[in-house]
Every structure is written in C-alpha cells, then in structure tokens.
C-alpha cells in the first residue's frame, strides 16, 4: 500500500457515487419493506422476486469490493496533522465500520431476502440504524475539520479534485 498525498480520481467517485445510491436506499426502502412483510405474514409466498431495492444494493455491494481493493492498493492520504490524535482515532474506526457495513448490509440484506430468513432481516435492520448514525457522525467530523478545525478536508474528496489531476 502507498501513502499518496491525494485520493485518486476513481477513489473520489466511488465516494460520492455511493452516497448517491445509499440516499436512494434510506429513502426508497418502503417497496421492500412491504413486501418483506407480506412474505412474513403469508399474504405473499416466501420467495424472492427482483426488487429496485435489492438491485441497487448489490450495485453498492460491488462498487464497494471495488473501492476496498483500491483502498487497499493506492492507500488513502495521511489525516491531517492539526486533527487531534482522538479524532484521528474516531475517523479511522468511523471509515473502517462503513467498509465493514458497506459489505455487510448488501450480505444481509441478500440473505434474507433470497432465503427468506428473519434474523439476517433483523441484522440488516440494526445495521441500517448503526450505519445512519456513522453517515451523521461522519458529515459532522467533516463539517468540524473544514470549519472549526479549518485543515481543508472537503477538498481532498471534493469531485472538483477529480477534475484537476489523472490517477487509478
Ligand atoms: C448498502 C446497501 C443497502 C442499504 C443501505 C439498505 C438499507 C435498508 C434500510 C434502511 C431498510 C429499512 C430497515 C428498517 O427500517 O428496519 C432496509 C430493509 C430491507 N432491505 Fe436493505 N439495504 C441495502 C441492501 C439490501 C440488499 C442487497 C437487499 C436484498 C438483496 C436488501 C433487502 C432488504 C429487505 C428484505 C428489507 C426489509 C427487511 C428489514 O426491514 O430488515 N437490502 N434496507
Ligand atoms: C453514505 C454516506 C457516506 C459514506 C458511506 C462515506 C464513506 C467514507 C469513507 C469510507 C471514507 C474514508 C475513505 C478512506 O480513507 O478510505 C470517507 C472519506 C470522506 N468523506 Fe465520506 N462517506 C459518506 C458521506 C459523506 C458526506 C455526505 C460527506 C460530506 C459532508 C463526506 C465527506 C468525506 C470527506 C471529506 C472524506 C475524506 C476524509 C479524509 O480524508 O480523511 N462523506 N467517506
């Protein structure tokens, strides 16, 4: 793994595509719901059929194999060096739980949808709440750093980087 001193191009559109979908997911998860609920109560057969929610998640689910194995072979830039070492702890966990959860939720999500089991859909459910409250802790490190700390953060994965330099 290197250290660079910038996230490559491919790095900061995984990131922001990603957030994109996720907004999708958090928002447009009523149709699934639903039917998950009919398949428990027996209104509907307990099997599985295409839904918009469980497509797009597998979508997030590769995209997000593809920005781990990229984390893993171009590295990330060092935290700044104003961020204080608690903070820099916080930020590392935070970064690490949404790759964890980022592959995660699709593998429960699909579990349960696929075998039509209750506890991987309870999994998916607590998931879904740890990983809203890392999104809300991480939107405020960043806010903090960028207006309180003031170490330009939102710049290093601002999509205006991807326009100024060529990387994997
Ligand atoms: C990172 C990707 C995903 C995110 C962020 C996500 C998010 C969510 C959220 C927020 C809920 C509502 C949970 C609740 O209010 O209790 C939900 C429910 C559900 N999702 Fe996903 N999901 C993802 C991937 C998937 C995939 C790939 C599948 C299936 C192939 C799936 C199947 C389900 C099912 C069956 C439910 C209803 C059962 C339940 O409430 O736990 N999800 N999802
Ligand atoms: C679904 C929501 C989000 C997820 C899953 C997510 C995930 C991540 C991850 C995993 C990293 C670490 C990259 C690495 O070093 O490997 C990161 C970095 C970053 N994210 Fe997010 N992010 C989300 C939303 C946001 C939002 C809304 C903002 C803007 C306020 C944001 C701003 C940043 C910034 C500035 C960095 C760079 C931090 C640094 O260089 O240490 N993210 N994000």
Redesign the pocket.
């Known amino acids: 793994m290197k250290d660079p001193i910038a996230y490559s191009r491919a790095q900061i559109a995984l990131h922001w595509i990603i957030v994109v979908?996720?907004l999708g997911?958090?928002l447009l998860?009523g149709g699934?719901?639903a039917?998950?609920?009919a398949r428990m109560d027996g209104s509907l057969p307990n099997e599985?059929f295409p839904?918009p929610?469980?497509?797009?998640?597998?979508i997030?689910?590769l995209l997000?194999i593809w920005r781990i194995a990229l984390r893993l072979r171009v590295g990330a830039p060092a935290l700044p060096e104003k961020e204080p070492a608690a903070l820099k702890a916080v930020a590392k966990l935070t970064h690490l739980a949404f790759y964890v959860?980022?592959v995660g939720?699709?593998?429960?999500?699909?579990l349960?949808?696929?075998l039509g089991l209750e506890l991987p859909?309870?999994?998916?459910?607590?998931?879904?709440?740890v990983?809203?409250a890392l999104i809300v802790l991480h939107v405020a490190g960043a806010l903090f750093q960028q207006f309180v700390l003031k170490t330009g953060l939102m710049e290093r994965m601002s999509p205006k980087q991807m326009m100024q330099k060529s990387g994997s």
């Open positions: 979908l996720m997911q958090y998860h699934i719901e039917a998950w609920g599985p839904n929610h469980a497509i797009v998640g597998i997030i689910f997000a959860l980022l939720m699709p593998i429960s999500g699909a349960a949808w696929v859909a309870n999994a998916h459910g607590v998931a879904a709440k990983m809203l």
